[in-house]
């Protein structure tokens, strides 16, 4: 199984705040990887696909980059409503999907 | 707009089966452009992925290896919704299971690859032993 491997895994910041999260596979996995925003008693919710193209919807403060074997998600101003934890979900091992840890994104 | 509405019980006893439905609204189980998923979530396992079914002008079914024996996603083309069915639980199984849809659009056409657009609200089954 690809493992994903998230950091940090939690994280404080401020509103307006530019944070990065970063996510590792174990293997190289090309562009085959999604991010995910959940909130406490939600399902996940689809931010970014192929690594860096935003989902209809999502606002562009989002963004997505990296291949092979290390991705990031960048939001580029915190907003209140950006509080959650954030998932990284790789497809290369279809239909094997895996997800990372989880990063949760705290108010300081 | 596309709705995944669960239903089933929440507390299922050990070693017994675990049956959930998800109702589709806004698409077909029977599209040629999407998969349908089950996906579970624990403090312990945190998100896992469980199996899919898809139709191409037949069934296909795919499921997480770990589960090949006691798992399987059965489609309703009449009711228009897929179900899951998980045997012999025990109290490892205890979790949030998730009904998915998976599509993606890509230069206007649209496929499905595991990304993960619609979910269901969740329902929290516990195993008791």
């Known amino acids: 199984d690809i493992q994903l491997t998230q950091s940090p895994s939690f994280l404080s910041a401020s509103v307006g705040d530019r944070v990065t999260i970063t996510c590792r596979a174990s293997q190289g996995i090309s562009s085959s990887l999604a991010w995910y925003q959940q909130k406490p008693g939600k399902a996940p919710k689809l931010l970014i696909y192929?690594?860096?193209t935003l989902q209809s919807g999502v606002p562009s403060r989002f963004s997505g980059g990296g291949s092979g074997t290390e991705f990031t998600l960048t939001i580029s101003s915190l907003q209140p409503e950006d509080f959650a934890t954030y998932y990284c979900?790789?497809?290369?091992?279809?239909?094997?999907?895996?997800f990372g840890q989880g990063t949760k994104l705290e108010i300081k | 707009q596309v709705q995944l509405q669960q239903s089933g019980p929440g507390l299922v006893k050990a070693s017994q089966t675990l049956s959930l439905t998800c109702a589709i609204s806004g698409d077909s189980v029977s599209s040629n452009s999407a998969a349908w998923h089950w996906i579970r979530q624990s403090p312990s396992r945190g998100l896992e992925w469980l199996g899919r079914t898809y139709y191409r002008s037949r069934w296909y079914y795919d499921y997480a290896l770990s589960l090949q024996s006691r798992i399987s996603i059965n489609p309703d083309t009449s009711k228009n919704q897929f179900s899951l069915h998980l045997n012999s639980v025990t109290p490892e199984d205890t979790a949030v299971y998730f009904c998915v849809r998976d599509r993606y659009c890509r230069g206007g056409t649209c496929y499905s690859g595991g990304n993960f657009d619609y979910w269901g609200q969740g329902t929290l089954v516990t195993v008791s032993s």
């Open positions: 979900q790789q497809l290369n091992s279809y239909p094997l999907y895996t």
């Open positions: 192929d690594a860096s």
